[in-house]
């Protein structure tokens, strides 16, 4: 906006000489008179015609009505005034420029409407002109209305009122409807380049609908204003200036070189300018012309004005000069928009331009003054946390208040810095301040480069597509983190602190030492990658791998974090030493423990590591990643949503317990627990681990030999559509222990897979190796439709496990015969041991078929009767003899299935230590015996421990017999006569068994009902033999009616009668 204005005197010669004149005459004649106009009695019809007629000092009081006339003004002291009370109209509707001229001093124009609306072609039109005499001109309750012509000049100007003496005011006034085609404006202030002007007065003047059909116009045009006796322009309105690039509610500036320092009060105005900043504002203050400009501007005072209407409220375009715009409303408690307020953007006001102090400013029209930062030791007011830093002494303290604050903080280090300043909320904040900063760069919220700091009670927010950033990033020592919310986005970090030997000059980490950094209170809220940072890092950062490394460190528990809510974040905290010569060892910079303990978490990672000091996070992938050899990754209470992929030799991974801790896989891996290459010594304890979406619950790779890894005390859930814990690929000493392994609904296929097939399912290439261990011990497999477990290992001992199935149609241990390529591995059932497990009941229990016995003796098969009896079935190659009768049974050296619902006569082939008779139903057995020498049963508590006698025993169920035996190489019993039950401890001819009591022999009885269903296959039914007397001297005989080459049972019982007593006498084989 540039306007230059040439005022010419154009006053009539005549009319001068006649008011010269008229003065003369009327020198001394007396007090100052009344002159009236249009009311006939002084003949003054109109005004210039009564100006002609008064004198210094006269007031002309002029009737109602329109007076089409240019009034010239040349007398001074006069008072132009209404008769009555009613406004009279000046009209200048011909070739004159101005409606009303002003051209002697200390006249007052008071109550009039005027309007010019010149109808010839002049390039300037004008409603009230007071010209360089016109000092001390009064212009009060004056409207003028209508400044324009039918014919305009294309370089036209129109002005409503130009004032150009100094001592001028224009008070309780209006100016509106100015139009011209080049230039418009309300009022015009001020002299030339000639002239300066001093002490105006605007006050309570409205001024609107300034407008130009070219680029510029202006509510009031100040030009020119002189340093001393002070101008002011208050109380007054603008608006409806138009909207075009260059319009000003009020315009400052100069063309005289002796007036560049004007002397200025504006307040208490309401202005209204809708312009692009660029080219004017509510407030414009420019330089018109190269050669003059404006050198200082501290004497402009532009205080408690309204400017929510403009969309600019201040532009200063004076270069390197300062305007102070304080203590006014800009439309919006946030004070205006500008790069320098941080303070709510988004809901701030008007625009202002560079080199303008609006702070404090009003919190409303005609409200209170408010900075949202203050320094407390100072009383200074700051629009930003950074423009309050920079401008603090040392120990100074800075409070914030409640809102948002956009843009990052910079305590910067050093000599241009200051130490041990304090940010902290105010107290009058109910909510913490908020303060983010979210450009893609790697600049943290607040940088902490200077030592002693405290930042507290706030806020901070960092949210940063690109680089790693923080909210806070602390390279200082003594700082205090007290009572802050810390909240990060993806990848970035919360809390950075950091120390660099790096050497680099502008490194703001560079040299330092941390002894002391507390972050204390509040709350930390991050969505962190698990890939990404950590939402609180302690980095020792030797970027340049040079040796120079000891002045950048931390001291032992240099780092204390306490009373923080980690709940809704998602990192935890980390220590790096990036290490490239004396950071090997560790420095202790942070105590996990205390971390751990003095925190509140909702879920919770750390890593107990023999080269880092302490991390801990909130998922377990980002805790693995970076945990070392041998360390310990412990896991917290809660759900984990992650698939974890562990990769660390010697790593334990332990969570709180099955029933605590919960690993949900996400189908982003081939298991929720994922091994894909060698990493000797993993133990994974403590969890529950479901499968995700066509995913294992457990997955080793079929890509790699993978050894000793342990799975101990977890539950594994299964998907329907995979395999709850794959193992494929050469491996070696795989063990399962304690867990359980279940199905999330229905029945899983498999449960455990061991060994194997380099893609599961597909026919491809098995496993080659012919060394594989494996142990799967003291697990539970449940609800599985085709194995709980399938082994294809070559020493595999499957121990202590319970397999509880809804369906009959799985089975529980499958161990197929040939594996490797094109089945050219063999698997030796005599490496394969099952025992001490518990099979269901009338289920697949082992099905075998290799090139020897599967070892599975010492399992409950859901039945005392075992396999053959009513247990769970076996097939193929397998050994399952002796069994245990009852689930975590005792271990007995033989067992012997027996027939349900019947007697049984039944004989232990070798003197027994102690025997148990289980039956399915849980009812005791009935033992009885037979007395000879009674000649009647009696009852007894167990098996006969003599293996030449037998017992009768009901079962109602079938029912399984436990037998341990004591050493003894022979036995004998005593044959009494009568009928005796006897047995044998071996399994020979009738003929030899009989022979040690043939000669009282009479005769011999196999009843065939207690002989059924008996294992051995050693005798054959002999019907009932109750009526026949058996020649007790010829055993050819009796052998060959007891079938020539049959033999007696080890397990049978037979009677025999005896003419008279003798002994029968075996010997006892160590039983198999």
Not at 150 to 163: D, E, F
């Amino acid at each position: 906006m540039n306007t230059t204005d040439n005022f010419t005197d154009e006053i009539n010669f005549s009319k001068t000489l006649i008011a010269a004149f008229s003065v003369l005459l009327l020198t001394g004649m007396g007090a100052a008179d009344t002159v009236k106009v249009g009311d006939g009695t002084d003949d003054n019809s109109t005004i210039g015609a009564a100006i002609n007629y008064a004198s210094s000092g006269d007031t002309i009081e002029v009737e109602d009505g329109t007076y089409n006339e240019m009034v010239l003004i040349n007398k001074s002291s006069l008072t132009i005034k209404p008769a009555g009370d009613y406004r009279p109209v000046i009209h200048q509707d011909s070739n004159d420029w101005t409606a009303v001229h002003v051209n002697a001093s200390d006249v007052t124009i008071e109550g009039f409407a005027i309007k010019n609306t010149n109808n010839d072609d002049s390039n300037r039109v004008r409603g009230i002109h007071g010209d360089k005499y016109s000092e001390g001109l009064t212009i009060r309750d004056v409207v003028v209305d209508g400044v324009e012509g039918p014919n305009q000049h294309p370089n036209r100007t129109a002005y409503g009122m130009t004032l150009s003496a100094d001592s001028t005011t224009v008070e309780d006034s209006e100016v509106k409807n100015v139009n011209a085609a080049y230039f418009a404006a309300g009022i015009r202030l001020g002299g030339d380049s000639n002239r300066k002007v001093s002490n105006g007065t605007i006050d309570n003047v409205d001024i609107s609908n300034i407008e130009t059909t070219g680029n510029q116009s202006a509510g009031i045009l100040l030009s020119s204003i002189a340093s001393t006796e002070e101008t002011e322009i208050t109380n007054s309105k603008i608006e409806g200036l138009g909207n075009n690039a260059g319009t000003a509610g009020v315009s400052i500036g100069s063309t005289n070189g002796a007036a560049t320092t004007p002397d200025l009060r504006i307040e208490g105005n309401d202005i209204k300018a809708a312009t692009p900043l660029d080219n004017g504002a509510a407030i414009y203050v420019e330089n018109i012309s190269d050669s003059t400009t404006l050198s200082d501007l501290s004497q402009i005072a532009v205080s408690n004005n309204d400017f929510s209407g403009s969309d600019a409220g201040a532009a200063n375009k004076a270069l390197s000069l300062t305007l102070d715009a304080s203590e006014n409303y800009w439309g919006s408690a946030a004070g205006p928009q500008d790069s320098s307020n941080t303070y709510n953007d988004g809901s701030q006001g008007v625009i202002v331009g560079d080199d303008v102090d609006f702070t404090p400013w009003l919190d409303a029209a005609g409200g209170s003054n408010f900075a949202p930062v203050e320094n407390t030791d100072t009383g200074t007011g700051y629009a930003s946390i950074q423009a309050a830093v920079d401008d603090a002494s040392s120990e100074d303290t800075i409070e914030v208040k409640e809102g948002t604050y956009n843009g990052n903080v910079v305590l910067d280090r050093g000599d241009s810095g200051q130490s041990d300043l304090t940010i902290k909320a105010a107290e009058s904040a109910s909510e913490k301040p908020f303060v983010w900063y979210d450009e893609n760069d790697g600049t943290p919220t607040f940088a902490v480069d200077s030592e002693g700091a405290t930042i507290e009670g706030l806020e901070i927010k960092r949210n940063n597509s690109g680089n790693v950033a923080q909210a806070v990033r602390v390279a200082a020592d003594n700082v205090l983190l007290k009572d802050n919310v810390y909240d990060v986005g993806a990848g970035d970090r919360a809390v950075g602190i950091y120390t660099d030997s790096s050497g680099a000059a502008g490194n703001p980490a560079f040299g330092s030492e941390i002894s002391s950094v507390e972050l204390t209170g509040g709350e930390i809220i991050s969505d962190a990658n698990p890939s990404g940072a950590a939402t609180v890092g302690v980095e020792v950062a030797n970027t340049s791998g040079t040796d120079d490394v000891d002045t950048a460190t931390f001291t032992q528990d240099s780092v204390s974090i306490s009373d923080v809510d980690f709940t809704n974040s998602d990192a935890r905290v980390h220590v790096w030493e990036f290490d490239y010569s004396d950071l090997s060892e560790d420095v202790g910079a942070i105590d996990s423990d205390s971390v751990k303990s003095g925190n509140t978490f909702d879920q919770l990672v750390t890593v107990d590591d023999p080269t880092i000091s302490a991390i801990v996070s909130r998922t377990i992938q980002e805790a693995v990643s970076t945990a070392a050899e041998d360390a310990k990754v412990e896991v917290s209470s809660g759900t984990y949503n992650e698939d974890v992929k562990l990769g660390a030799d010697g790593m334990t991974l332990e969570g709180a317990g099955e029933d605590s801790t919960t690993i949900v896989g996400q189908g982003d891996r081939p298991g929720t627990l994922f091994v894909s290459s060698d990493h000797p010594g993993i133990e994974v304890t403590g969890f529950r681990v479901e499968a995700g979406s066509s995913g294992n619950a457990v997955h080793l790779s079929t890509d790699s030999e993978i050894t000793n890894v342990t799975f101990d005390d977890n539950t594994f859930v299964g998907d329907s559509s995979g395999v709850t814990a794959f193992v494929g690929g050469d491996h070696e000493n795989i063990d399962f222990e304690s867990n359980s392994l279940l199905s999330s609904s229905g029945n899983v296929s498999k449960h455990l897979y061991l060994g194997g097939q380099a893609s599961y399912g597909s026919g491809d290439e098995s496993a080659t190796s012919a060394e594989l261990e494996d142990d799967v011990v003291g697990n539970e497999f449940a609800n599985y439709s085709a194995n709980a477990i399938e082994s294809e290992g070559q020493h595999v001992e499957v121990r202590d496990n319970r397999f509880v199935n809804s369906t009959e149609s799985g089975t529980a241990v499958a161990v197929p015969g040939a594996i490797g390529d094109e089945n050219s591995v063999n698997i030796d059932g005599e490496n394969v041991a099952i025992t001490e497990n518990e099979f269901p009941a009338n289920a697949g229990g082992v099905d075998a078929d290799t090139a020897g016995d599967v070892q599975a003796q010492h399992n409950y098969w859901g039945a005392a009767s075992g396999p053959e009896g009513s247990g769970a079935d076996v097939t193929g190659d397998v050994d399952f003899e002796p069994w245990l009768l009852e689930a975590d049974g005792t271990e007995y050296e033989e067992t012997v299935s027996l027939t349900g619902g019947d007697w049984s006569l039944f004989s232990a082939p070798g003197s027994v230590d102690a025997s148990k008779v289980v039956v399915d139903d849980g009812s005791n057995a009935k033992h009885f015996v037979y007395d000879t020498e009674a000649s009647q049963f009696e009852s007894v508590d167990s098996v006969d421990s003599n293996p030449l006698s037998a017992t009768f025993v009901y079962a109602s169920d079938a029912s399984g017999v436990g037998l341990n035996y004591r050493d003894s190489s022979s036995a004998s019993k005593d044959v009494a006569k009568g009928w005796n039950v006897i047995s044998s401890t071996q399994e020979i001819k009738l003929r030899d068994a009989l022979s040690p009591v043939a000669g009282s022999l009479n005769s011999f009885f196999a009843p065939a009902d207690y002989n059924d269903g008996k294992l051995g296959g050693t005798y054959t039914n002999l019907g009932d033999r109750s009526s026949e007397v058996v020649d007790a001297s010829n055993l050819d005989y009796l052998q060959s009616e007891f079938g020539s080459s049959q033999k007696v049972s080890r397990y049978d019982g037979y009677w025999v009668k005896a003419s008279g007593s003798s002994t029968l006498e075996l010997t006892v084989p160590q039983p198999e």
